[in-house]
């Protein structure tokens, strides 16, 4: 049986598109140092982050950036592909940026996904539907997001909000619970109106990184310590994608503990 047009599309879109994985990882996280490297059920952190990467047919390469030559050691140990970036360089997309630099100008790729390196699970698919999302030319930011269930999350800090408009185009991401819902009790706000959570993987077109990561911090970037906010200040656009998708991070030690079942 013959594909159809729409399938037949977006085959052809992609086979004409270069896509670049870009894993960063950097070894001093303040809350869990050497975090990549991490040993979770026999394998370093980093390596799993890599090998469930992999698995995203859409990837035309994928590469891990970091700053430390220990990582870099263990990437080169099961013939990953690795880059050494500057210590100075103050965020993952920053990392990107730098990557991409260094292919060519960057002439070599399209669009980049920036994968979070303390996701030892993260589903291929995931980054499947992200790079969907610049099967529209006006994306050149991308991102996912999935609706909250769970009341804890609503009011977690380290689970990032954000509410967007009807053509999914971010509007403001919060540490904070948003949509505030006036004259209802927060425990009541799950039922009263919907609310998503950001999951944190990134997809930038590659003519956009050097200008994006050019932007001097902003003061919503720092009231909220979320970098996504200085792209907005500044009139860039960020696109979102609704997922059934969530990986688990491992942001502390404890954390690492919880997905071992080590007590």
């Known amino acids: 049986m013959s594909l159809s047009a729409s399938t037949r599309n977006y085959t052809d879109f ?48 994928l590469i ?52 979070q390196g303390d996701e030892p699970f993260i589903d291929p698919q995931q980054i499947s539907q992200l790079a969907g999302c610049f099967l529209s030319e006006k994306v050149v930011i991308g991102t996912l997001v999935k609706k909250i269930t769970q009341p804890d999350d609503l009011i977690n800090p380290n689970v990032v909000k954000v509410v967007f408009d009807r053509n999914y185009k971010a509007l403001y991401f919060s540490r904070h619970p948003i949509p505030f819902l006036r004259g ?11 609310y998503y959570k950001h999951i944190g993987i990134y997809g930038y077109r590659t003519g956009i990184l050097k200008s994006i990561t050019q ?12 970098e996504q906010l200085r792209w ?20 502390t030690p404890g954390d690492l503990l919880k997905i071992t079942n080590i007590s």
């Open 215 to 226: 932007l001097p911090v902003s003061p919503l970037e720092k009231a909220e310590s979320l």
């Open 64 to 115: 891990v950036a970091t700053d430390d030559e220990r990582i870099a050691s263990c990437i080169q140990s099961f013939r990953g592909n690795v880059m050494i970036t500057p210590e100075n360089l103050n965020s993952g997309t920053e990392r990107c940026n730098a990557v991409v630099i260094n292919f060519s100008g960057g002439a070599a790729f399209d669009v980049v996904i920036n994968i």
């Open 184 to 194: 209802t009790e927060p425990k009541d706000w799950l039922n009263g109106a919907n």
């Open 14 to 61: 992609f086979k004409s598109m270069k896509i670049l994985g870009v894993i960063p990882a950097r070894y001093g996280s303040s809350r869990f140092p050497g975090k990549p490297l991490a040993d979770i059920l026999g394998k370093p952190m980093i390596q799993r982050v890599y090998e469930q990467a992999k698995r995203c047919l859409l990837l035309d390469d």
């Open 232 to 251: 907005l200040e500044n009139g860039y656009h960020i696109y979102v994608k609704e997922t059934d998708y969530e990986s688990i991070a491992i942001d």
